[in-house]
């Protein structure tokens, strides 16, 4: 590879789009790389690995605070990996926690799916369900988000 390169050959080597590296810049989750005489972007490896770690932990579900948090750490490799796992610990309670809600979700869709089947929307368990959340059998319905 180059000793520097374009963003566009960034977002190439790396699978983010333009819009998105320049969004990691805007909010300082990428180092503003350096510029050419024109006034061109010019990155460095350590660009494409940083997006590359930012990328690999979208995909995990991590918010931007939590990277801007571990990639504080990662700039730090003699210190102890402790708030590395909480991040990690506090993101697996929330997934464990989305998968629960999730289940639940999948239940009561399962049950009106199958409850319905009356042909006619006057007689229809689903719509009559969601017209009457007490009909409901598994209760409050927290966002999934």
Known sequence: MAKSFTIGRLAKESGCKVPTIRYYEQVGLMPLPDRS???????????LERLRFIRHSRELGFTLDDIRDLLLLSEH??????????????HLESVRDRIRRLQLLEGELARMVGQCGQHKVANCRVIEILSDHG??????HPPIA
């Open 37 to 47: 005489e024109g006034n061109q972007r010019l990155y460095e490896r350590r660009h």
């Open 77 to 90: 490799p003699e210190q102890p990996c402790e708030t590395a796992d909480d991040i990690a610990r506090r």
């Open 135 to 140: 009909k409901c059998q598994s209760g409050d």
